[in-house]
């Protein structure tokens, strides 16, 4: 089969009325019905030669054109029941109503060619779309932690909270907060150049109850970036100093 | 920090355009300031040398490409992008977005043809959403544009839509 | 367009560090002009004004946000305003993330208090989730932290966390 179709996909009868509008070179205003009915008639026999599937719609329309022509050739008075069966899509009764139409599609037409012209321009432009890795974008994140890794943080407290566990306990005050403790940190931490020993922020009087909220409160410390917690080599002590300080410091020593 | 470097962070990581009032709240600044900041961030960018723009999409700001460096940026991502909508999409898109809110029937009736099958592909790709029920008999639905259409076709809002001499 | 803007889109959305080498054959400049490039663009984003930074990781360059931002792109992630947990779910929290799976029995008798209400807001919040049931009289629940935990604290993954054998 020849695919050198000179028929487009066409999105409805009107694009189709208005290819062979535009290809007679004729005034929109200035259309016989009785010539675009036959062209269109035409064009319909094309598409079948090529095997095109064609919409309900087209025939419909070629209905109505008929019907137009018709009527022109019938005295006023006649009523023309040109009945089609389909929706009210498109009913259309004069020659005037149908360039009506033809207008008011065509400037959904041109609309649409904007639109085209908008989706290629937004085409040429990316943006990042990484989700949840976003998060992830920040490479100091290891070293915040680093130097010291979870584990070892975990670790270092689990080994804290046994033996204090094995102390006799005490009725720990009840209205010690995170927020207090994390003030507290950072505050004992405030003027310490080389850091502070991790154990040192857990006093030998503190209970469990205490114990835990400082470990919070240490780890949101970190979360938020306020502090960074080192291991001075593999089995050294934690180390607990302010971020700012630490930035400071020869990060890569640490690595 | 000041407000600008963390708003061009935000305007970084963001996947949805962020409209000012939400940057305020962000940045725990005033939104005049966030605005003023913008309006720098955005002139900044713009300078010949730089890859990257501050785009206004659907209310809101974000960091993208340039349109010059889509070519580089494509080798990069081979592939992507290739999606482009139908005529038929675009012809219906065209008139729900100039005559919202829009009922099914008369959409067909300017088209010519039936839009069942468009209107869902639309919906789908959540271009278009029911945007209410019609006052008329039946009560059909009515149909409007959403934030993912003026993304998708870099605008704005609906004020920026390609303004055309109306029909007749 | 001149090759540093190139770099700056290509850094902005590639997934992955980008080598040098990678770069050159994308823009089809020579390697060593990519390298000059890369250290101006480095040079530029290192200003105090400026929210995000050229990172070399991994043998590759990428653009990332400053650290100082971090706080602020959080706020954005966790698409919650203000949120803190409670004393109580923090120190609920602690116990299940070093003790894990911990029942709620054994919670109760370190914090002392009731926790029936916290181990549902840590569960709604999906801080928490049960692990499975203790090979105990009545098979009581094991509970265990998430990777939503993780998140929170700014930690990597689960697998992070060690396997911390039972106490005593």
Not at chain 1, 126 to 151: C, F
Request: net charge neutral.
């Amino acid at each position: 089969m020849d695919l050198q179709v000179n028929l487009p996909v066409f999105s409805g009868p009107f694009a189709l009325l208005f290819h062979l509008i535009e290809k007679a070179e004729v005034d929109i205003y200035e259309i016989s019905i009785a010539e675009i009915t036959s062209q269109y008639l035409q064009a319909l026999k094309e598409m079948q030669e090529l095997n095109l599937e064609i919409a309900a719609e087209f025939l419909v329309m070629a209905a109505t054109l008929l019907k137009l022509k018709s009527k022109k050739l019938l005295p006023e008075t006649v009523e023309v029941t040109a009945e089609t069966g389909e929706e009210e899509i498109l009913v259309i009764d004069s020659r005037e109503e149908l360039v009506q139409r033809l207008l008011e599609y065509r400037y959904f037409r041109d609309v649409a060619a904007e639109l085209r012209r908008c989706e290629a321009a937004q085409k040429r432009v990316y943006i990042r779309s990484l989700g949840g890795k976003a998060l992830l974008v920040n490479p100091d994140e290891e070293i915040t932690l680093a130097g010291v890794t979870l584990p070892a943080l975990l670790e270092a407290f689990q080994r804290l909270l046994a033996e204090r566990e094995r102390q006799p306990q005490e009725i720990a005050p009840d209205d010690l907060s995170v927020q207090d403790k994390m003030q507290a940190i950072l505050k004992a931490v405030r003027g310490k150049k080389d850091g502070m020993d991790f154990r040192e922020l857990f006093p030998p009087q503190a209970g469990i109850s205490e114990i835990i909220t400082t470990f919070i409160a240490l780890l949101e410390l970190i979360r938020l970036r306020k502090i960074v917690v080192w291991q001075s080599g593999p089995f050294g002590r934690l180390l607990v100093m302010r971020k700012s300080r630490a930035e400071r410091g020869s990060r890569s020593a640490w690595k | 920090m000041e407000i600008k470097p963390l708003l061009e962070a935000l305007l970084f990581v963001t996947e949805e355009p962020l409209p000012p009032a939400k940057l305020a709240e962000l940045t725990g600044a005033e939104k005049k300031a966030v605005r003023l900041a913008l309006k720098q961030l955005q002139k900044e960018y713009a300078a010949a040398d730089r890859g990257l723009q501050v785009v206004e999409l659907a209310g809101g700001f974000q960091l993208a490409t340039k349109p010059e460096a889509a070519a580089v940026v494509e080798k990069l991502y081979t592939g992507e992008k290739s999606f482009t909508l139908s005529q038929a999409a675009l012809e219906t898109l065209a008139i729900i977005a100039y005559r919202q809110p829009v009922t099914r029937v008369e959409i067909e009736s300017i088209r010519g043809v039936k839009v069942d099958s468009v209107l869902e592909t639309l919906q789908k790709r959540r271009f278009i959403r029911v945007a209410g029920r019609k006052d008329a008999p039946g009560r059909p639905v009515l149909y409007g544009t959403t934030k993912e259409f003026l993304k998708y076709f870099g605008l704005k809002d609906l004020s920026e839509l390609p303004q055309l001499a109306s029909p007749k």
